[in-house]
């Protein structure tokens, strides 16, 4: 009888290759092979993203200390700039509690009367002149709560055709509130000679009985609110004034007054 004869089992792969094998290949065996002769050296990340090269070491302090102080600047700015925005703010309540309290008004300044002395239509540029002008100025203040006071260093011009004849001052007083006051004031001119031009124009314009004269008052004021003075103001006015005629008994044709105020 013969004997049956098995067939060799096949021999089972090794456990360890199987699992070799089941790996996913690493991402090193993608990369190339450095050429032969170089090296590859690995470093951690705190140490080149934290630790400055020795050489860089000390550029890296200076923009650090340039970095803080910015920073401390740009914080003093800001601080400044909100100080200075909320005193804006309250400067401007107070100017419209002001206004609503005191509610100011502009005074109004005109030319009253008007008298000529020593000037006349003879005159040439070859004679000298001293004219006199007394001036009637008119002063209203409309203002309820604010008296006005007109101080010493004032002045008064009188023009012809752009030419000064005669300077004088404004009296110092002090106007109420709610009042209306007419000043005089006498303007001389000493030794004034007239252009041949000037001349001419003042014959044209007295034959047309309407001779044009302009006046000039600079005066420096204080106002006073209840009790409080403020600084010295400087206000300026300015008068176009035409006359028929050259003599005391004038008779005033127009009049136009404007005015500016100067606060500082």
């Not at 067939?7 to 092979?33: G, H, L, N, Q, Y």
């Not at 630790?51 to 920073?71: C, D, G, I, Q």
């Not at 001119?189 to 314009?205: E, F, P, W």
């Amino acid at each position: 009888m013969a004997d049956r004869v098995h067939p060799a089992e096949s021999p089972r792969p090794s456990t360890s290759s199987a699992v070799s094998d089941s790996k996913p290949p690493s991402p090193s065996a993608d990369k190339p092979s450095p050429a032969p002769g170089t090296y590859v050296i690995q470093l951690p990340k705190d140490q080149i993203y934290r630790v400055p090269p020795p050489e860089n070491a000390h550029r890296f302090e200076l923009y650090t200390r340039r970095k803080n102080r910015r920073s401390r600047c740009c914080f003093c700015l800001c601080w400044l700039l909100g100080i200075l925005a909320v005193l804006i703010v309250l400067l401007g309540i107070a100017v419209a509690i002001f206004y609503l309290v005191v509610r100011p008004k502009s005074p109004n300044y005109s030319i009253d009367a008007i008298a000529i002395r020593g000037l006349n239509s003879t005159a040439s540029s070859s004679s000298r002149i001293s004219p006199v002008f007394d001036v009637a100025v008119r002063a209203d203040n409309p203002n309820k709560k604010i008296g006005i006071y007109y101080q010493t260093g004032s002045s008064v011009q009188i023009y012809f055709s752009d030419e000064k004849l005669s300077d004088g001052v404004l009296p110092a007083f002090f106007q109420p509130a709610k009042n209306v006051t007419v000043f005089q004031s006498s303007v001389r001119g000493s030794g004034v000679n007239l252009s041949s031009q000037a001349s001419k124009a003042l014959i044209d314009s007295q034959k047309r009985r309407a001779v044009p004269f302009k006046v000039e008052i600079r005066a420096p004021i204080k106002l006073k609110i209840g009790s409080v003075k403020t600084w010295k103001i400087r206000v300026k006015v300015t008068c176009d004034v035409t006359v028929d005629q050259l003599a005391a008994a004038e008779k005033i044709v127009s009049k136009n007054c404007d005015y500016n105020v100067k606060l500082w």
